[in-house]
């Protein structure tokens, strides 16, 4: 039944410990980091190099994202601010207070999704205040995806640091620590550490 265990594991849900959460987590940020403002970051390279109506495509779906962008946040941006809220504190307490990996997991990172979204929503109203074109509009986009790299790789740092702490919690139990494991063996010697049996 090797082949049933190793099947197992491969698909095993655990959080730090399976391949599929750090899979999902570098999909998450490739993704957040070729989306920009819901714009995908090839139409900006593209107005650069080519102009024309390549620029003028790349104006009318900044046009569009923003719009929406600000218009969902003045409708109902308290309401998803309060949400928003209430789910990241209650993931915070659940994964770290009482300690559930999972909850960890996915607070690491939707945290550093919401800076993104929050991000975004600034440079939307720049864009609209501004009035932003040409390549004026497309040196904030990349600005805006250097800014949305750098929350990525911080936030993969931190949460590769904390997952390999956990695995290695997990992995050495109670001994866990710089000693733990030379004062357990000291335990178990059957000479306590005197070189006779019983000790002294």
């Known amino acids: 039944m090797d082949w049933f265990d190793n099947f197992t594991t491969l698909i095993d849900m655990r959080s730090f410990s399976s391949v ?3 899979i ?3 999909v998450l940020w490739s993704t957040a980091s070729h989306w920009v403002l819901g714009i995908p970051f090839d139409m900006v390279s593209r107005a650069a190099s080519r102009g024309g109506q390549a620029q003028t495509d790349l104006e009318d779906m900044t046009r569009v994202m ?3 962008l600000l218009s969902i946040s003045r409708i109902s941006g308290l309401w ?3 949400l928003a809220c209430f789910f990241l504190t209650s993931l915070a307490l659940i994964g770290f207070l009482y300690e559930v990996q999972m909850a960890q997991a996915v607070f690491l990172m939707v945290f550093p999704m919401s800076l993104v979204g929050l991000l975004s929503l600034n440079t939307a109203r720049r864009i609209q205040n501004r009035q932003a074109s040409g390549e004026e509009l497309r040196k904030v986009l990349w600005r805006h995806r250097v800014m949305v790299q750098v929350v990525g790789m911080i936030a993969i740092f931190v949460t590769a640091m904390w997952g390999m702490y956990q695995n290695l919690k997990a992995g050495m139990g109670n001994h866990f620590g710089p000693m733990g494991a030379i004062e357990q063996q000291v335990d178990d010697d059957p000479n306590n550490g005197w ?3 019983g000790g002294v």
Do not use: F, Q, S
Request: glycine content about 14%; cysteine-free.
């Open 66 to 68: 923003t719009n929406r």
């Open 24 to 26: 999902a987590l570098a």
């Open 195 to 197: 070189g006779r049996p």
């Open 20 to 22: 599929w959460y750090w």
């Open 80 to 82: 998803l601010l309060g």
